[in-house]
């Protein structure tokens, strides 16, 4: 399926006269630039992290706080709302809603949707880099990302300036008898912290700002 029909329920949501979220697979024009940036963790001298896929984790202050944990699939933003936020402790199982699939672009994504919009609220990139994707069958044979999704189990490696080491997607049926998801940490903690960070005091990996800071700058940077 092109990204233009994967992307259509993301657009249909949104007003792009209104808010400054990318409409299409260009850079994310809220004012960043990439000039004296250092690379986040994960990312190579060359640039965005040497071809692996990308993954992103945005803290949205919408109608209820929670953080939007992003892995690219091919040429989209597969998405997934974690109201806890991901965890470094492996005791730790996030519950991870699903959402619509995002623009490659929102990767970039930092700055207030206006209210009345939907999501209306402020965001920051709180983390990004670049995943490895770990999934194998049963015989020990890797499998296709997209398939391991499908199938339901998804295992992958974090490369990121914060979030780093292996994590697991899997998908369960609620007591809503929707689909939903368990985000979990594999394998020994992260020495540099366990659980998730409080989203008020949290900063940006793009701009150093804080949700509040964003907020008072009406996301312009």
């Known amino acids: 399926?092109?990204?233009?029909?994967r992307l259509r329920t993301y657009r249909g949501k949104r007003d792009f006269e209104r808010?400054?979220?990318?409409?299409?697979e260009g850079r994310a024009d809220e004012g960043r630039a990439d000039e004296g940036r250092e690379p986040s963790a994960g990312q190579d001298a060359g640039g965005r992290g040497g071809g692996r896929p990308r993954f992103v984790v945005q803290i949205h202050d919408a109608r209820r706080m929670h953080f939007d944990f992003r892995l690219q699939v091919d040429d989209v933003l597969k998405s997934w709302s974690v109201p806890r936020g991901?965890?470094?402790?492996?005791?730790?199982?996030?519950?991870?809603?699903?959402?619509?699939d995002h623009p490659l672009a929102y990767e970039d994504f930092e700055g207030v949707i206006p209210k009345g919009e939907y999501g209306g609220g402020t965001v920051i990139v709180w983390d990004?880099?670049?995943?490895?994707?770990?999934?194998?069958?049963?015989?020990?044979?890797?499998?296709?990302?997209?398939?391991?999704?499908?199938?339901?189990?998804?295992t992958?490696?974090?490369?990121?300036?914060k979030l780093r080491g292996e994590y697991a997607l899997t998908r369960f049926?609620?007591?809503d008898g929707e689909?939903?998801?368990?985000?979990?940490?594999?394998?020994?903690?992260?020495?540099?912290?366990h659980g998730s960070p409080d989203p008020r005091r949290a900063r940006s990996v793009r701009t150093g700002r804080?949700?509040?800071?964003?907020?008072a700058d009406g996301g312009a940077r």
């Open 210 to 215: 804080t949700l509040a800071q964003v907020a």
């Open 128 to 154: 990004r880099g670049t995943y490895e994707p770990l999934s194998h069958d049963r015989q020990g044979r890797p499998v296709d990302f997209a398939e391991s999704l499908e199938r339901g189990h998804a």
């Open 173 to 175: 049926r609620g007591r």
């Open 1 to 5: 399926m092109a990204a233009e029909d």
């Open 156 to 161: 992958f490696r974090l490369h990121g300036t």
């Open 179 to 193: 689909d939903h998801w368990l985000l979990v940490r594999k394998g020994a903690a992260h020495r540099a912290g």
């Open 19 to 24: 808010t400054r979220e990318p409409a299409a």
């Open 86 to 100: 991901p965890s470094a402790d492996p005791g730790d199982k996030r519950l991870a809603v699903p959402t619509e």
